[in-house]
């Protein structure tokens, strides 16, 4: 029988026979009866078709079946035991924990250096992993906790999620600061159009937001580089003649010649994503809180 098919409420009942090798002293140690006890077994027996635990002049034997799953099954319990206890109650200055963080580069870009220096002062013992997870898959790893938090688009349709919206980042037009066209005061949408750019995408194929505004005017720009990441993407406009369109809190780390957009595009907003079930987790609600002060 499948693993997720066993409730989970018997694992404690058999981890309390394991430590006692006696019914009567798990049942007092759980603070149930022994025929619920005896009961639970009955069904973890049937459940993992074994007998778990022999009778024995010295009391419950384990079977080599439990001895192989029981430190598993500790360990299970220590990291729901501790889950709990750091949901009410999170101390950052003595935690040790790994946040696992799902972000694009540029999101990274932005957020992982003041993020980390603030960890370094306020939360020593906290490390953090972040990487790009699918927007069709973020909201399974949510659930499965294999992830902390998102930074991405909003997702409407994804009611499992809470959302907190962190800023809403404009467009611009990057140039190397040399670029004959660096001197103007502006762009037009002809000189736009006559440049050729650099597009960021993670798909192989497809326009993208700039794109889609050009074509409700019946116009269409020049790609002239793919890139997967926007962290390369100015790196190559500097040395080049090409241009960017890229989000305004990216650019302004560049030394670039910026230029507002001759046509009109969304914003980009950037929104905190997290699983209801995380809700009042101790530690998630406090990294949210750090995340929204460094955005503001």
């Not at 078709?49 to 192989?68: A, N, Y």
């Not at 720009?221 to 241009?243: E, F, G, S, W």
């Amino acid at each position: 029988m499948q693993l997720q098919q066993i409730d989970m409420n018997l694992f404690p009942v058999l981890d309390a026979i394991y430590a006692t090798r006696n019914l009567t002293r798990a049942a007092e140690r759980l603070h149930i009866t022994q025929p619920a006890v005896s009961n639970a077994l009955a069904r973890l027996r049937r459940a993992l078709d074994d007998q778990l635990f022999i009778r024995t002049p010295s009391g419950m034997s384990p079977t080599p079946l439990t001895e192989s799953i029981m430190p598993r099954v500790q360990q299970a319990l220590g990291l729901l035991g501790s889950s709990i206890a750091e949901q009410h109650q999170f101390d950052p200055a003595t935690a040790t924990k790994t946040l696992r963080l799902s972000m694009n580069d540029m999101a990274e870009t932005l957020l992982l250096p003041p993020l980390l220096e603030h960890l370094q002062h306020t939360a020593p013992g906290i490390s953090v992993e972040s990487y790009y997870v699918p927007r069709d898959q973020l909201v399974k790893e949510l659930a499965a906790n294999s992830l902390d938090l998102g930074l991405d688009i909003p997702m409407v349709s994804a009611t499992q999620l809470q959302q907190q919206r962190l800023v809403a980042d404009r467009y611009q037009v990057m140039l190397r600061p040399d670029h004959p066209l660096a001197s103007q005061p502006s762009l037009t949408l002809e000189q736009y159009l006559e440049l050729e750019h650099v597009h960021v995408s993670s798909r192989r194929s497809g326009p993208g937001i700039a794109d889609v505004a050009l074509n409700k005017l019946g116009r269409r720009r020049k790609i002239k580089l793919r890139v997967q990441h926007y962290r390369v993407a100015p790196l190559v406009v500097l040395k080049t003649d090409l241009a960017l369109t890229v989000p305004v809190s990216l650019a302004r780390q560049y030394p670039a010649k910026l230029f507002e957009l001759p046509f009109q595009i969304p914003q980009m907003d950037w929104h905190l994503l997290w699983h209801r079930s995380q809700d009042d987790d101790g530690a998630n609600r406090w990294l949210r809180e750090q995340i929204t002060a460094l955005f503001s």
